[in-house]
T-cell receptor, first 112, second 115 residues
Framework: QKEVEQNSGPLSVPEGAIASLNCTYS??????FFWYRQYSGKSPELIMS????GDKEDGRFTAQLNKASQYVSLLIRDSQPSDSATYLC????????????FGTGTSLTVIP | ETGVTQTPRHLVMGMTNKKSLKCEQH?????MYWYKQSAKKPLELMFV???????ENNSVPSRFSPECPNSSHLFLHLHTLQPEDSALYLC??????????????FGPGTRLLVL
């Protein structure tokens, strides 16, 4: 079983819609959760981090964490064409120190 | 210059060449990481250094040799690589590498092509 699983997509949404990206993880002791955005040919850029159950909002982005279900999601409101990228989910476990586990990413296209 | 920088940004090398990738972080962090990113695969953690000491080596072939002279600089020495080593090599840093609420910041990457 993979540590972190994401639907590879592609996910297409019209401009102005809400894009919903999902991620599941296998280890219950995972502590920290991250969403990165990666444009083609570029390096990952941190968008959100979340550590506690519930929602965390930052501008048009909302991260949702449900540790009981081992599920973390990213909502992008009022999607823009510039949001078109691959979104990587990553988790970190306290007991493994430096180990960050990444999903394969979900490709998002926002259609003007 | 701020953040995490990497040089070179692009590298083409033959299988018999020796080259080095360089990473420098200007964030005051103490942990640095090398990742490999191949198409359609998750980011693969290669090496981790925490306060200049190597703390992780994820079964990386010996043709990849890391070096961390101080907390701000990280090198990846390459020799006798194979074509399947062609990938984007990403450097990252974080504050302490101690786990918990730790955030990684990535450099721009080196796009490597092995012929």
């Amino acid at each position: 079983q993979k540590e972190v699983e994401q639907n590879s997509g592609p996910l297409s949404v019209p401009e102005g819609a809400i894009a919903s990206l999902n991620c599941t993880y296998s280890d219950r002791v995972s502590q920290s959760f991250f969403w990165y955005r990666q444009y083609s040919g570029k390096s990952p850029e941190l968008i959100m981090s979340i550590y506690s159950n519930g929602d965390k909002e930052d501008g048009r982005f909302t991260a949702q964490l449900n540790k009981a279900s081992q599920y973390v999601s990213l909502l992008i409101r009022d999607s823009q064409p510039s949001d078109s990228a691959t979104y990587l989910c990553a988790v970190n476990r306290l007991n493994t120190g430096n180990q960050f586990y990444f999903g394969t990413g979900t490709s998002l296209t926002v259609i003007p | 210059e701020t953040g995490v920088t990497q040089t070179p940004r692009h590298l083409v090398m033959g299988m018999t060449n020796k080259k080095s990738l360089k990473c420098e972080q200007h964030l005051g962090h103490n942990a640095m990481y090398w990742y490999k990113q191949s198409a359609k695969k998750p980011l693969e953690l290669m090496f981790v250094y925490n306060f200049k000491e190597q703390t992780e080596n994820n079964s990386v072939p010996s043709r990849f040799s890391p070096e961390c002279p101080n907390s701000s600089h990280l090198f990846l020495h390459l020799h006798t690589l194979q074509p399947e080593d062609s990938a984007l090599y990403l450097c990252a840093s974080s504050r302490t590498g101690g786990g918990g609420q730790e955030t990684q910041y990535f450099g721009p990457g080196t796009r490597l092509l092995v012929l």
